[in-house]
């Protein structure tokens, strides 16, 4: 850290990655359209900007790690934003899926003539709830005992136990992600069969993609952790994956009570 301050705050360097990422969200959008309507060139453009967009979003992070790890910038202080930041972020997630479970209930408890009057809809097939669903609402919470797990160990500084605990939290992840593309391979109704359909696969396939990118968050955590960037005093970064990893935990008892069990009766 600069000798001369005589502050706790973290004043930024000028840095092109937002003009640069809001460029590349643009790109993504307008290819995004131009790819559904069908215009020429609009796949090239989706592509380019995706391209873009996860470049600018490698290269900002590195930058952040590089000021927190190896600069020092992010003194206590400095850690309370990221903190609330994404406290918030995961508040506006919530509102997120309640949408999904908002209409998936109206929609059972109130079913329409159009769909027969009765939930599931008439003529639907539905997957039972205790074979792969059940066993998939196990998997995840066990997922997020072994990432607490990591965590005491950070705290207690015990860098290798912490390596494992992350290792058996991605490997719990990636067989629930197995789990998940059976249970669609099998699925016997698809997303345009009545509103049953847009609801369970928009709130599981949401639900789904959020674990594989807390899955990722759990991976570049582990390949810190056996770097030794993260130590019992500065891991802002896996307390982040490990608060995401609970919200999906928890995320995933509502739909396996709203959607599969009561869907499924």
Not at 60 to 84: C, I, N
Not at 127 to 155: C, K, M, Q, R
């Amino acid at each position: 850290m600069i000798e001369s301050q005589r502050h706790s705050y973290h004043l930024v360097d000028p840095s092109p990655w937002p003009i640069s990422g809001s460029l590349g969200a643009l790109a993504t959008t307008v290819g995004g359209v131009m790819y559904m309507h069908p215009f020429q060139g609009g796949a090239t453009l989706l592509s380019l900007g995706l391209i873009f967009l996860l470049y600018t979003m490698f290269v900002w992070w590195r930058d952040v790690l590089r000021e927190s790890t190896l600069e020092g910038h992010h003194t206590k202080v400095v850690q309370l934003g990221p903190r609330y930041g994404f406290l918030l972020f995961i508040v506006s997630e919530v509102m997120f899926f309640f949408a999904f479970f908002r209409a998936s209930s109206h929609s059972s408890l109130a079913p329409t003539v159009e769909i027969g009057g009765i939930w599931p809809p008439k003529g639907i097939g539905v997957l039972d709830p205790w074979e792969i669903p059940f066993l998939n609402t196990l998997i995840l919470p066990s997922s997020g005992a072994a990432v607490t797990w990591a965590h005491h160990a950070i705290l207690a500084g015990k860098e290798k136990r912490a390596v494992y605990a992350l290792v058996a939290t991605v490997s719990l992840a990636l067989v629930f992600t197995g789990f998940q593309g059976m249970e669609y391979y099998q699925a016997p109704s698809t997303i345009s069969d009545s509103i049953y359909g847009s609801t369970f696969f928009l709130a599981t396939g949401f639900h789904g993609f959020h674990v594989i990118i807390g899955t990722l968050f759990s991976i570049i955590c582990g390949i810190r952790q056996y770097l030794g960037h993260l130590t019992k005093e500065h891991h802002v970064g896996f307390e982040a994956a490990a608060w995401y990893w609970h919200f999906v935990d928890v995320v995933r008892l509502f739909p396996f009570v709203s959607i599969y069990w009561w869907g499924g009766i």
